[in-house]
């Protein structure tokens, strides 16, 4: 679902935002710290290259991420990227964003709305809510292909095992 028409109204944004209390957050589960969580015997700072190593993208998705404003990078003396623990955590999170299927354009919207601060939380939370409304859909439509494909293997004589 596209979220430009849902989040264009000024006056929803503003009644989101006057009715919005933030909720009391359960604690997260460890498959999900696991999946935002860092290496903890990274350096403090890793260069471009270590980073394009750690995350499995590549130098040029990386400054690509940067050029947008999706993540902030800072420079040594020589003009080098220096990746810190926050940078590197902003690129884990974009990297999970776009491996669900999350467009660039909406990454950006989103990022926009955390650089803006606390207000946005109400508007973040109508982009995150739409985007698992579509991974959910996604999960069921792989759910039936799985089914049918598991079926032709079954119908020619394989196994169907994980």
Do not use: W
């Not at 985007?131 to 394989?158: N, S, V």
């Amino acid at each position: 679902m596209n979220t430009t028409g849902v989040l264009s109204s000024p006056a929803r944004r503003q009644a989101l935002a006057d009715g919005y209390q933030a909720p009391e957050l359960p604690p997260l589960a460890p498959e999900l710290l696991r999946l935002l969580d860092l290496p903890t015997d990274l350096p403090d700072e890793l260069s471009i290259a270590e980073v394009a190593a750690v995350t499995g993208l590549t130098a040029h998705t990386l400054r690509y991420y940067e050029r947008i404003g999706l993540i902030k990078v800072a420079r040594d003396e020589s003009g080098y990227r220096v990746y810190d623990r926050e940078a590197l955590a902003r690129v884990v999170f974009v990297t999970r964003l776009r491996l669900s299927d999350m467009p660039i354009s909406t990454v950006t919207h989103y990022i926009n709305l955390v650089n803006q601060g606390e207000q946005t939380a109400p508007e973040r939370l109508l982009v995150m809510q739409e985007h698992r409304a579509m991974i959910q859909r996604r999960i069921r439509e792989m759910t039936a292909a799985l089914a049918l494909t598991e079926y032709k293997i079954a119908t020619y004589g394989g196994h169907c095992s994980p």
